[in-house]
């Protein structure tokens, strides 16, 4: 009589059940860096957003200061948090340093930074150049 034995089943079913945990946890991984990916695509995207409002805006002043996007995007970020810190140049005194950082994640534990150097338009210039 041919067939397969119980034995072989369970076997079988068992090597099924090992891969297909495998796969699961493959997908698993890959939709937490779907998720990874577009929290650092917000991050980026808000961060940007700042640093224009602060280059059109009044030539910043120097210091730290720090919110969250409420009163821009009421209710759309409620994980995100952003700090901006204005430091002068060492060299040229009407350049400022911003640093832009965006908090996100877990306990806002991942953190997106763009920093850029602004130049004062309402600076002189100096006599040749």
């Known amino acids: 009589m041919s067939g397969f034995t119980l034995i ?4 079988s079913l068992a090597i099924v059940a090992i891969a297909l945990m495998a796969l699961l946890g493959l997908q698993h991984q890959t939709l937490q860096s779907v998720v990874r990916a577009s929290d650092m ?15 059109t805006g009044q030539f910043p002043a120097l210091g730290v200061t720090s919110g969250n996007f409420e009163t821009l995007h009421p209710r759309r970020y409620p994980n995100f948090r952003w700090e901006r810190r204005v430091e002068p ?3 040229f005194p009407d ?35």
């Open 89 to 91: 140049s060492a060299v």
């Open 8 to 11: 072989e089943v369970m076997v």
């Open 95 to 129: 350049i400022r340093k911003v640093r832009i950082l965006i908090h996100y994640g877990p306990r806002q534990r991942r953190t997106f930074e763009l920093t850029e150097m602004i130049r004062n338009p309402l600076a002189i210039p100096s006599q040749g150049t």
């Open 41 to 55: 695509t917000t991050a980026a995207l808000l961060a940007q957003e700042l640093m224009t409002q602060t280059e």
